[in-house]
């Protein structure tokens, strides 16, 4: 493994890759540091647990909370490391009022020798003090086993999906080739058909959604780009039809909703076609939520799916 520098990025740019805010270029390369280099991954978490902090003591304020809250509490990992942060910091207050009333009671009862410092009292809270440490470096200690046993499941889950999305852009190629020779064929009606294959067109593959690490997939749409194609892959085909809604994650605005989608299959996993205009896309995060369809009830949630445009 190759070292690097570590004053190479301030704790500034680490802030605003954390929140979405780098170029897509920068972010990418920040994305394979936190896979390839021990040191770094551990310079970002520690960065990470600074700005959450900051976050739960209401630090945080103008476009960094606006981006902390669009952009970073998008997975439910994060929003659990939130969560965690909350607590700590709710129990921590609530120990501070519960030793400053057992000061007050001490000093009330006690007018010569309770001026002097109880050693039940300090020892109580010595040794409760101790077991939150132990507590927290617990819980450190096995999410750094968590993040490490993600990073190598990320790492195969990438290196597949990177076949499936060649395997998919091959049979894009074949059915744009058969669609250009069949509309070279006489129509049994004079009446006039769309020409598929003049149709320009990008795909992005989004893997399945996880509670571990997981990587901003973007997709470059050029200025001549007609239509984009979310593949959208599934843990299991639970449902018969889907329905695919891309949102503004930071308005929570319905930009898109397909009809009714059927299942198809790329490899050996199951995929969710669905195809939007290309001119609905800003440059921007967004959010497409797949939502099963069941034969007979209310349509059921199966997982978000956040990525991020670039326009060229």
Known sequence: MTSFDQNAFEDQDLVRYLVGALPAEEADRLDQLSIAHDDFAWRLREIENDLVDSYVRSELSGETLARFKAFYMTTGKRRQKVQFAEGLR?????NA?????????SKSRAPFWGTFPSPG????FGLLAALVMLLVAGFLLIENAHLRREVRNA????ESIDQHARDLEN??????TASTEAQKKP?????????????KTVSLLLPPPTRGLSLLQTVTVHPHTDLVVLLLTLESA???RYRVTVKDPATNEVVWQSSELDVSSAGNRKVVSAGLRANLLKARNYIAEVAGLPNGGR???VGDYPFHVVLR
């Not at 790492?155 to 990438?158: E, G, I, N, S």
């Open 238 to 240: 639970d449902f018969p």
């Open 97 to 105: 009022t519960a030793g400053e009333t057992a000061d007050k009671l």
């Open 121 to 124: 009292i300090g020892l109580q």
């Open 171 to 176: 049979e894009l190629k074949q059915q744009r």
């Open 155 to 158: 790492r195969a889950q990438y």
């Open 299 to 301: 349509q059921r949630i």
């Open 187 to 199: 129509e049994p009606s004079d009446r006039p058909t769309a020409d598929i294959g003049r149709l």
């Open 90 to 94: 709710q129990f921590e207050a609530t």
